[in-house]
């Protein structure tokens, strides 16, 4: 009985940090750590780095060496001889336009990767909040759908009561045993879809993250500050990563031009060697000593040393059509690059602006929501006095509280969309960071998975739900 709260507090130690994660910064950082897409441009990025390094190289002395052991039969000859080299080769190349090009096309990768990298960041902050918020709206939906369940299960009562009695057609019994039983489905559903929100943020995070906090109902939207749209747009042009990645392509591509054309050039390139060579032969001549393996067989030896320096001038004259195919390549590539280019720019304008406009609009959407909150509500209890004196039906009840229902539900989205299209216009700025999501994450007080009341009071209600009859 003893081990039993021990393995489980050990259990609660072993688990990571991020399985109690309750806010929406706490859920970034382990997707920070748990994000497959974000650890793939990491290593993008890690890529184009090392091919500038490597370009560089190419361009730095080049030293290597050498050494060699050999030992030959001549047929019909007793014997045989033996011979020893080693060396050592520098070269240096003082001009070669294509190495050149590369390189400076391949610095221009690296600072685009790096750009990609801050756009996969900020990427990562709106997939996050939109995974989050998405569950957030489903629990929601969910305790809205299991509320009108149990108030459709209520009035079906009490449509079967009034039937008894005499007092509601067998028609009004039908509608809201159709209701009821609509009810019961779109309960499933929503639980179904509440699972698929959790798993798709654990997809980021790689954790399971189920406790979340949420907006209070007093959330008021405001306007974000920075001038008009023209302004917004003009910032995003300016700042973006994206947009700076894809013009820094360019500007590879038109290297990688310069290197295509330069196969037609010259190159120029210093070296410097040094070899040692020594051989031991069975030919009879000058020098002769003694082998001591074979006392009775002279022996031939030689070693001398050579250096080297000297300038070596490439001159390319025809490579069967290569370098032109590669010019023409090349120029295709800067040419795709460059429409990349223009089209990168005119999304940006124009998801800047729209994300302007729907962040402006979505304060007035999250007052009218509120509104028709308000009205919806009025509308289900006015007709519940109404069918208490015999001046509304059931199916006038049944109606104004689907809308209601309704109502709170578009409610709650457009609240968490607002919050999500806030980061958007950020992103799209691109001044996205951790601390615009601090700011968002202030507003999150409320625990999402904290028991909910719901907001009518179906007539009825202070009973026990009985079961529909089979």
């Known amino acids: 009985m003893l081990r039993r709260p021990l393995a489980f507090a050990l259990t609660l130690a072993l688990l990571p940090a991020s399985a109690f994660a309750q806010d929406l910064v706490q859920t970034y950082e382990l997707a920070r750590s748990g994000d497959p897409q974000l650890s793939i441009a990491e290593s993008n990025r890690q890529i184009s780095h090392e091919g500038a390094v490597q370009a560089r190289a190419a361009l730095l002395p080049q030293l290597d ?31 070669d336009l ?8 391949q610095r221009q990768l690296d600072t685009a990767a790096s750009f990609d990298l801050t756009a996969a960041n900020q990427s990562l902050i709106t ?108 910032a995003a042009v300016e700042q973006n990563p994206s947009l700076r990645a894809a013009e820094y392509s360019v500007r590879a591509a038109e290297h990688a031009v310069t290197s ?15 070899s040692n060579n020594a051989y031991w032969g069975g030919i009879q001549g000058v020098g002769q000593v003694p082998d001591p393996d074979n006392p009775g067989l002279p022996t031939t030896t030689s070693d001398r040393e050579a250096y080297g320096v000297g300038l070596t001038l490439t001159v390319p004259i025809f490579s069967g059509g290569a370098t032109q195919s590669r010019v023409r390549e090349a120029i295709a590539r800067r040419d795709i690059a460059a429409d990349q280019l223009t089209q990168t720019r005119r999304a940006l304008e124009r998801n800047a602006r729209n994300a302007y406009q729907t962040v402006v609009a979505g304060v007035s959407e999250v007052e009218a929501r509120r509104l ?19 001046t509304r039906t059931v199916v006038d009840v049944l109606i104004n509280q689907q809308t209601l229902f309704q109502a709170e539900e578009q409610f709650a989205l ?53 079961p529909p009859p089979q």
């Open 65 to 95: 060496g050498s050494v060699g052991l050999n030992r030959s039969y001549v047929a019909g000859q007793d014997g045989s001889s033996r011979s020893r080299t080693y060396g050592a080769g520098l070269s240096q190349t003082v001009f």
């Open 98 to 105: 294509s190495q050149i090009s590369n390189l400076r096309a």
């Open 127 to 234: 997939r996050t909040s939109a995974a989050y918020f998405d569950v957030l709206v489903a629990i929601e939906t969910l305790a809205a759908a299991e509320a009108s369940e149990e108030a459709l299960q209520t009035q079906f009562d009490f449509a079967s009561r009034r039937l008894e009695v005499g007092l509601a057609p067998i028609t009004d019994v039908h509608e809201a045993r159709a209701r009821y039983d609509g009810a019961r489905a779109q309960v499933i559903l929503s639980r179904n879809a509440l699972e698929d929100a959790y798993q798709a943020l654990a997809e980021i995070t790689g954790t399971p993250v189920r406790s979340l906090r949420a907006l209070p109902e007093d959330f008021q939207p405001e306007v974000p500050a920075g001038g008009d749209v023209e302004s917004w747009v003009a």
């Open 260 to 274: 295509a054309r330069s196969g037609h050039l010259p190159r120029l390139s210093l070296g410097a060697n040094y």
């Open 372 to 390: 028709a909150v308000i009205s919806a509500r009025s509308a289900y209890d006015a007709s519940q006095v109404g069918l208490e004196v015999g």
């Open 414 to 466: 457009a609240r968490y969309n607002f919050l999500q299209n806030r980061l958007l216009l950020s992103q799209a700025v691109g001044t996205l960071g951790i601390s615009d999501l601090q700011d968002v994450n202030r507003l999150l007080t409320v625990d999402a998975n904290a028991p909910t009341t719901s907001p009518t009071a179906p007539v009825g209600s202070q009973q026990q739900p009985s």
